[in-house]
C-alpha cells in the first residue's frame, strides 16, 4: 500500500564473476562501506514493519526477507548462478545444500575465476544444462532414449499427491532472446559496445555481433519478420527453432551435427570482429558505421541460410528414426544412384530395460519347438 521501492546494490569486486536469476542474491551486507554497499535508507525498518525481519541491524538479509523461499526457489533460480559459478571457479560443491535443499552456507553473490573470462567462455555459459554436475538433465529417465536435457512446462508435477520438479538450466527452450555484452573501452569508439544477439534457445543459437554504432536492424532479426503465429524462412527466430526443435527429440544424435555448424559460424564471426577492430580505428564516424552496420546485415543473412541449410540436412540425415550415412561429407548413394541403406541405431539399453520393466514378458520373442 505504499508507494516506493526498497533496494541494495553491491559493487562487484573488478577479479570476480557474479550472476542474478530471478531470485534475491543479496544476504548480509555491509551497512556502513559507501564504496561499496548502497541501500534505501528504510531497507531493513521496512521489513521489520512488515514483519519480515526481526533481530539486530548486522543480521539483517536482504534475500531472506524480501525474497519468497519456497522448494523450487534455490534450486530453480540459484542453482543456475552455481552452475555458472561452478564452470570458473573451483569448490563450489560446498554450496550444493543451499541449492538442493535450502540448508547450509549460503552461495556468495560473486567468486574469483581461476582464469580470465572470454566472449567465447560467457556464450558457451548460456547454454549449460547442468552437464556433469549432480542435476545433470541428460542422466535421468525423463531424458528419454536420446539424452535430451530439456523438460516441459509446468515446471512442476504431481505424482500421488507428491510434488517433484523439474529442473531449471540456463540453456532453455522457451528463451525469446539472449545476448552476451562485450563493453571495452580500449575498443574503437564505434565499436565500444557490441551485443553478441541470438534468438530463441541459447544452446543451439549463433551470438551474432550487433555494434553500438549501428543505425539498422538486420532483416532476419527486425520486427515484423514473422511472429509467434507467422513462420518465416528469413526470420531468425524461426530458422533457429526449425533446427532446435528437431534436435529436442534426437538431442544426442543431433547435437554434434549442430555444434559444427554453430562453431564454425562464431569462429569466423570471432576472426572478422577482429580484423574490424583493427580496421576501424582510423576510419571516420560514418565510414565505420556503414561497414559495421553491413558487416551484422552480412552475418546475419549469411548465418541464417547456413543454418536454414543445417536445418534441411538434420531433416533428411534422421528422416523416420534412421540415420543417413555419409561419405566425403555427402549422403552415400549406391552406383545406381539411390540411397544406400540407412543405419537403424534404435535406443539406448536404459531405455529398453524400461520397456521390460514396464511390460514384462509381453513383447517378449516366443520360442516356438518344431
Known sequence: KEKGAVWVARRVPDDCISGHANFPRIHQFPLNDKETTLYSPDVIEFARKQGYFKGKDKDFSFSSAYGELDGTATRGCDGRVWSYFNMFSDGMDRYLPWILESK????????????????????????????????????????????????????????????????????????????????????????????????????????????????????????????????????????????????????????????????????????????????????????????????????????????????DYLLVKYLDGNVKKEKDGKFERTPEGVCVSPNFPGYDERYYRAIVEDTGDHLRVKEFKK
Open 104 to 311: 547450509g552456507e549460503v552461495m556468495p553473490l560473486w567468486v574469483k575465476p581461476e582464469k580470465k573470462l572470454s566472449v567465447g567462455d560467457m556464450r558457451q555459459a548460456m547454454r549449460d544444462h547442468f552437464e556433469g554436475t549432480p542435476m545433470d538433465m541428460t542422466k535421468d529417465v525423463g531424458a528419454g532414449p536420446y539424452k535430451v536435457p530439456y523438460r516441459w512446462r509446468p515446471m512442476t508435477f504431481k505424482v500421488d499427491g507428491k510434488e517433484y520438479l523439474n529442473e531449471r538450466a540456463i540453456a532453455t527452450q522457451q528463451t525469446g532472446f539472449s545476448f552476451v555484452s562485450q563493453m571495452n573501452e580500449a575498443h574503437p569508439q564505434a565499436m565500444k559496445g557490441i551485443l553478441w544477439f541470438g534468438v530463441d534457445d541459447a544452446n543451439t543459437c549463433v551470438y551474432v555481433p550487433m555494434y553500438s554504432c549501428l543505425t539498422e536492424v538486420p532483416h532476419e532479426f527486425a520486427p515484423g519478420n514473422g511472429d509467434m503465429l507467422t513462420l518465416s524462412w528469413d526470420a531468425a527466430f524461426w530458422v533457429n527453432n526449425y533446427v532446435a526443435n528437431q534436435a529436442y527429440n534426437r538431442y544426442s544424435q543431433m547435437i554434434p551435427d549442430i555444434r559444427r555448424v554453430q562453431n564454425g559460424e562464431e569462429e569466423t564471426l570471432d576472426k572478422e570482429v577482429k580484423m574490424l577492430l583493427a580496421g576501424v580505428r582510423d576510419m571516420s564516424t560514418a565510414d565505420a558505421s556503414a561497414m559495421l552496420n553491413n558487416h551484422s546485415r552480412m552475418a546475419s543473412a549469411r548465418y541464417l541460410k547456413n543454418y536454414k541449410a543445417l536445418g
